[in-house]
């Protein structure tokens, strides 16, 4: 199905492949979820948050420099900064494709993935918003037939609340978190030392990093959230939480306020989904509404995407049976060929005349149980 750098889908992976594609679209459509497909050439500069070094370069005939498409998100912000009618509250998005990037952590060495994934922009910041975006998260796992999955949820102002409040400067804010992020207790020491930052605050930092697990992690952070950012992105967490709690998903959520991601990007919540048995994360997302400045609007926006590979790696195998087998002499296969094209099920229809008793051998072999022979004008259930 796949080769080490370029995906190559034949069955029964492309089986796989429009199987997900099926149940995701009626997933995403049922809660008012519109398909897109942005070109796949995105302007070069247009690139900021993620490595420019990961992209694949393509110099056009002008001199202009154009690279294929490593993500969505910047493509669906476009597409909504442009289209989005004052007259509108939201507009949702949903996309299942292609992206090309230089990868080789947690990735071996492929050069082009399959996402899926949604966008929730709107024109006005809600925490609603935040709950439908994460809850479809776990359900898109769920319908995939995963059971057993953990969906990490932190917040990146309850950080950016702490690091204003110790007088520690955007620059280094973003390396800081970057350690945290990997869980570098040695580094974040270090880095803080180097800033002269006294010991008890290194010391609130190594506890942060550690704040993981259900409700109860609120309490624990509640002790350095000592302004109102991290005090407000504390209570927006909780009522995040809760709503998800008291719908269900408590099993399948868990909060880590040690888990920091871009923070020039990201603006609020940030999530990350596990599957158990992979050490790596199938989906991420999060609140990313100061990408809309750069289009010149005033939007705010909530999404998640998913590795379509990592998740067709670890889907429970589930084949779709063939009901019927359909076989033919030269003279029949007019009335086979019609009588196919109406069939409800799923059927096997032979591609050249056999006689009798061959279909039926064939048919035994490949495991179906009924079997239509066309003899001339006459039909023949065997």
Not at 85 to 100: A, C, H, L, P, S
Not at 348 to 372: D, H, L, T
């Given at each position: 199905?796949?080769?080490?750098?370029?995906?190559?889908?034949?069955?029964?992976?492309?089986?796989?492949?429009?199987?997900?594609?099926?149940?995701?679209?009626?997933?995403?459509?049922?809660?008012?979820?519109?398909?897109?497909?942005?070109?796949?050439?995105?302007?070069?500069?247009?690139?900021?948050?993620?490595?420019?070094?990961?992209?694949?370069?393509?110099?056009?005939?002008?001199?202009?420099?154009?690279?294929?498409?490593?993500?969505?998100?910047?493509?669906?912000?476009?597409?909504?900064?442009?289209?989005?009618?004052?007259?509108q509250?939201?507009?949702?998005?949903?996309?299942?494709?292609?992206?090309?990037?230089?990868?080789?952590?947690?990735?071996?060495?492929?050069?082009?993935?399959?996402?899926?994934?949604?966008?929730?922009?709107?024109?006005?910041?809600?925490?609603?918003?935040?709950?439908?975006?994460?809850?479809?998260?776990?359900?898109?796992?769920?319908?995939?037939?995963?059971?057993?999955?953990?969906?990490?949820?932190?917040?990146?102002?309850?950080?950016k609340?702490?690091t204003?409040?110790?007088?520690?400067?955007?620059?280094?804010?973003?390396?800081?978190?970057?350690?945290?992020?990997?869980?570098?207790?040695?580094?974040?020491e270090?880095?803080?030392?180097d800033?002269?930052?006294?010991?008890?605050?290194?010391?609130?930092?190594?506890?942060?990093?550690?704040?993981?697990?259900?409700?109860?992690?609120?309490?624990?952070?509640?002790?350095?959230?000592?302004?109102?950012?991290?005090?407000?992105?504390?209570?927006?967490?909780?009522?995040?939480?809760?709503?998800?709690?008291?719908?269900?998903?408590?099993?399948?959520?868990?909060?880590?306020?040690?888990?920091l991601?871009?923070?020039?990007?990201?603006?609020?919540?940030?999530?990350?989904?596990?599957?158990?048995?992979?050490?790596?994360?199938?989906?991420?997302?999060?609140?990313?509404?100061?990408?809309?400045?750069?289009?010149?609007?005033?939007?705010?926006?909530?999404?998640?995407?998913?590795?379509?590979?990592r998740?067709?790696?670890?889907?429970?195998?589930?084949?779709?049976?063939?009901?019927?087998?359909?076989?033919?002499?030269?003279?029949?296969?007019?009335?086979?060929?019609?009588?196919?094209?109406?069939?409800?099920?799923?059927?096997?229809?032979?591609?050249?005349?056999?006689?009798?008793?061959?279909?039926?051998?064939r048919?035994?072999?490949?495991?179906?149980?009924?079997?239509?022979?066309?003899?001339?004008?006459?039909?023949?259930?065997?």
């Amino acid at each position: 199905m796949m080769d080490k750098k370029f995906t190559d889908y034949y069955p029964p992976g492309s089986v796989y492949y429009e199987k997900v594609r099926g149940k995701i679209s009626k997933l995403y459509e049922n809660f008012g979820y519109q398909i897109i497909e942005p070109s796949v050439f995105i302007n070069y500069d247009d690139i900021y948050f993620c490595d420019k070094n990961n992209s694949f370069k393509i110099v056009d005939y002008d001199g202009s420099v154009l690279t294929l498409r490593t993500e969505y998100t910047l493509s669906a912000a476009n597409i909504a900064a442009n289209f989005f009618d004052e007259r509108q509250d939201v507009i949702k998005f949903y996309y299942f494709g292609k992206v090309f990037q230089y990868l080789t952590e947690n990735a071996g060495d492929w050069r082009e993935f399959h996402q899926i994934g949604i966008e929730n922009i709107m024109k006005k910041d809600d925490p609603f918003s935040d709950v439908e975006v994460i809850a479809l998260a776990a359900e898109t796992l769920l319908e995939l037939g995963f059971l057993n999955f953990t969906v990490d949820i932190g917040e990146v102002n309850f950080f950016k609340g702490i690091t204003f409040g110790y007088g520690i400067d955007d620059e280094s804010s973003e390396m800081l978190c970057k350690l945290i992020d990997k869980k570098d207790y040695i580094g974040i020491e270090n880095f803080l030392k180097d800033k002269n930052i006294k010991s008890s605050v290194i010391d609130d930092f190594r506890r942060i990093t550690r704040l993981y697990g259900k409700g109860d992690v609120l309490k624990d952070a509640r002790v350095y959230a000592k302004n109102e950012i991290s005090k407000k992105s504390l209570e927006r967490l909780e009522f995040i939480y809760q709503k998800l709690k008291s719908m269900g998903y408590e099993d399948y959520i868990s909060l880590d306020l040690g888990m920091l991601k871009h923070m020039d990007y990201y603006t609020g919540i940030i999530f990350t989904g596990y599957i158990e048995g992979l050490g790596y994360p199938v989906l991420s997302g999060g609140r990313y509404d100061s990408l809309f400045s750069r289009f010149n609007r005033k939007l705010f926006a909530v999404g998640f995407a998913a590795g379509l590979e990592r998740l067709i790696e670890r889907m429970p195998v589930c084949k779709e049976a063939i009901e019927v087998y359909v076989g033919y002499d030269e003279e029949g296969f007019e009335k086979a060929f019609e009588f196919t094209k109406n069939l409800k099920g799923k059927a096997y229809f032979q591609s050249f005349p056999e006689k009798q008793e061959e279909c039926q051998e064939r048919a035994k072999n490949m495991g179906i149980e009924r079997v239509y022979y066309f003899k001339g004008k006459d039909i023949i259930l065997l």
